[in-house]
């Protein structure tokens, strides 16, 4: 861990204009620097960064941060690697927390375990040059199209047939039994205790690295056809150990990675000779799940690079099964997925083997079908004359929509099946609905429960439960961008836009309402925007819907309490290792990037302390008619579910309840001036 005070020096040595211009050519213009943007495609120059402030923004792609997060948006690194990165770079001395010594027995253990499996893999590499190697090994790899210099790229090798090739030479070089055994290149002999053999022998040998290049574990195919009587693994692989996890690997990430970021888009398939053919052909961006089924932890790798997944598996069931058991597990991590199926008989290997790289580009741009195309139509398959299959085909695909958080994306989804399928929108909407709001009072329980032990999981009578209105919501037909893509409630979203916009561009301004305003407190009370809208939320006992914003709200609010000015509270949080919320500040921390803000000020002619006792107030007034006007939504739904199951005394009272809000709503539409009062 890099001690606080080592971090504080590091962001603070660290000049946005310098990172940046080690990537960027920057021309000065002022007190400011611009460029073409690194992260997006442009001729003219929209990627603005402020020394002054230690900020980089794009009025293009709208991505923006500070010194740190660039480093990590460019070079697609964590938050401690692009510290280091940044270390590096101005010359200061990283030294981790001081470490017991237990803490220093296990990292010096774990470098050993490394230098161990890198001596093997380097030892297996330079078997390619024996007359065994050349002739098993090398002519297997040439008969599968593979070139020498993707065999030397990747560090493909040769485990010998002697099952002491290995062992022999690792304990010459000095490495230990302890560390052969624990990385799993070694076995010990049943019943002979001291006595150890190669775990690998006479097999082709497939190095695993890890995320930043380093040889962790290995795959190892044998050549030998099944004998009948005797047992039989066509691949032996490296077992888990304290540097290799295997539901947190992907083969060929560390090669792949840099196109994954570049293009937005992964290509996941089976195999390792699927990555390395594809890789050969000349598409860089796939990488393999290596024969284990998915899991969260290879999703979390893929999903650092890019939200955008395509799943590259063969056209047989088996494949077709494959692929649906994925969808789900991406759609949980708000992933876009795509599916393409190589024609029966191939896989992505026999394929490009086949093909050029214009054809196989072509075959993958003109077949790849969106998850729902893909999945309804697999499900539907035979279902025309069997109404009981197909409700349960309704309800799966239903149960998948609800997976996503995007309620936005849910809302697309079901009109697509509508349109596409003829399923009942409304039947449709319901089932996403229920199916949701499970899923969201289950993960709140799971969070309860991490937190404060099994105990918390029971539901709290003070929460509020998930509204229909927020699953139901109907989309724009345009996609999100931007800031609107993490929204989970787009209802909520723009007056929250608003709100978070006054307090991450002024929080600590104080607002001098006139002696004549209803908000006037007296001469001696001081209350910054910041207090204002937080005693708002708190007497309407709420807080931020969306998830993005409020983890923002709750940053800031941790840093103001601690007594930082303005300025250090965004540099704060631009510098957060919670990338969301620097990604939020960067959107939300600047007056002139907000269209609205910019425009009431300019349209008003009124200075900056008039113009936020104006508007400050009057965007807590639109929070409230957006929040009102998602309690009436939900009146409605419950209104139309009492008429479907013919209660009446449920149907008078959600009658009553969104009379009512409808008069609240009326109320503050008044005093926003959108409405005239009728009394």
């Known amino acids: 861990m890099i001690p606080r005070e080592t971090v504080q020096q590091i962001l603070d040595a660290a000049r946005i204009e310098e990172v940046v211009g080690d990537y960027v050519t920057l021309k000065r213009r002022g007190s400011d620097w611009w460029g073409c943007c690194p992260f997006h ?48 770079k101005y010359k200061i001395d990283v030294v981790e927390e001081e470490e017991d010594a237990d803490q220093i027995a296990r990292r010096q253990r774990g470098e050993s375990l490394m230098l161990v499996s890198e001596f093997a893999a380097d030892f297996f590499r330079r078997q390619l040059r024996t007359d065994e190697g050349k002739s098993i090994a090398v002519e297997y790899f040439h008969s599968r199209g593979l070139e020498d210099s993707t065999i030397e790229k990747y560090g493909l090798g040769w485990a010998p ?34 006595k150890i053999h190669d775990r690998f022998y006479d097999r082709v040998v497939f190095p695993i690295h890890s995320v930043s290049g380093r040889v962790v574990a290995f795959g190892a195919r044998t050549l030998r056809s099944k004998e009948d009587g005797k047992p039989y693994a066509k691949y032996v692989n490296s077992k888990e150990s304290e540097i290799y996890v295997k539901n947190r690997s992907l083969y060929g990430l560390y090669f792949a990675k840099k196109a994954m970021g570049d293009k937005d888009k992964c290509y996941l398939v089976e195999g390792y000779l699927d990555v390395l053919s594809m890789h050969q052909l000349g598409i860089t961006n796939v990488v393999a799940s290596s024969g284990t089924a998915l899991t969260e932890g290879q999703i979390g790798l893929i999903k650092r690079f890019t939200r955008n997944v395509t799943i590259m598996y063969d056209g047989d069931s088996a494949g077709i099964h494959a692929a649906l058991r994925g969808i789900d597990m991406f759609l949980r991590e708000d992933m876009n997925v795509r599916v393409v199926l190589i024609p029966d008989g191939d896989d992505p290997d026999s394929y490009s083997r086949k093909h050029t790289l214009s054809e196989v580009e072509d075959f993958l741009a003109s077949s790849e ?39 936005v994306k849910r809302s697309t989804y079901i009109n697509f099946l509508n349109d596409r399928y003829s399923i009942h929108h409304d039947a449709l909407e319901r089932k996403v609905s229920a199916t949701r709001r499970k899923i969201v009072e289950d993960e709140a329980r799971a969070r ?65 309402f006139p002696s004549d305003s209803e908000f006037y407190s007296g001469e001696d009370t001081v209350q910054t925007v910041f207090d204002f809208i937080t ?5 309407d006992e709420r807080t931020f819907e969306n998830p993005a914003y409020k983890a923002a709200y709750d940053a800031y609010s941790e840093e103001y309490y601690a007594g930082y000015t303005q300025a250090q509270i965004v540099k704060h949080l631009l510098d957060s290792e919670d990338r969301t919320v620097a990604y939020v500040t960067a959107q939300l921390s600047e007056d002139e990037r907000y269209e609205l803000s910019v425009k009431n000020l300019r349209d008003s002619m009124m200075n900056k302390g008039s113009w936020l006792t104006s508007y400050v107030p009057k965007a807590i007034l639109v929070y409230q008619t957006c929040r009102l006007q998602c309690l009436i939504d939900a009146q409605m739904s419950a209104l139309r579910q009492a008429q479907e199951s013919g209660d009446a005394q449920a149907e008078l009272d959600a009658m009553s309840e969104m009379m009512r809000l409808r008069n ?15 009394n």
């Not at 560390?179 to 070694?186: I, K, N, V």
């Not at 109320?667 to 005239?676: C, H, I, P, S, T």
Request: proline share 6%.
């Open 161 to 194: 047939v002697s099952r002491h090739a290995l062992t022999d030479a690792a304990k010459a070089a000095g490495y230990k039994d302890e560390y052969l055994l624990e990385t799993g290149l070694c076995a010990s002999y049943d019943g002979e205790s001291g």
């Open 41 to 88: 495609n442009e001729k003219t120059p929209s990627f603005h960064v402020v020394p002054s402030k230690g900020i980089y923004y794009c009025f293009g792609c709208h991505k923006g941060g500070s010194a740190v997060g660039f480093i990590m948006e460019y070079e697609h690194l964590s938050w401690p690697e692009a510290l280091k990165h940044l270390a590096r």
């Open 369 to 407: 079908q969106d998850f729902m195309s893909f999945k309804a139509a697999q499900l539907m398959q035979g279902t025309e004359n069997d109404p009981i299959r197909r409700a349960e085909v309704i309800n799966e695909i239903g149960d998948t929509i609800a997976l996503m958080p995007d309620a």
């Open 535 to 539: 005693q708002a939320l708190e007497a």
């Open 664 to 678: 609240v709503l009326k109320a503050v539409k008044v005093k926003l001036g959108r409405e005239k009062d009728s």
């Open 448 to 512: 309860r429960r991490e937190k404060d032990g099994p105990e918390a999981a029971a539901p709290s009578s003070r929460e509020a439960a998930p509204r229909p209105a927020e699953a139901a919501y109907q989309s724009p037909e345009r996609a999100p961008q931007g800031l609107e893509s993490l929204e989970e409630n787009p209802v909520m979203g723009k007056a929250e836009r608003d709100l978070l916009n006054f307090i991450l561009a002024n929080g600590t301004t104080p607002l001098k």
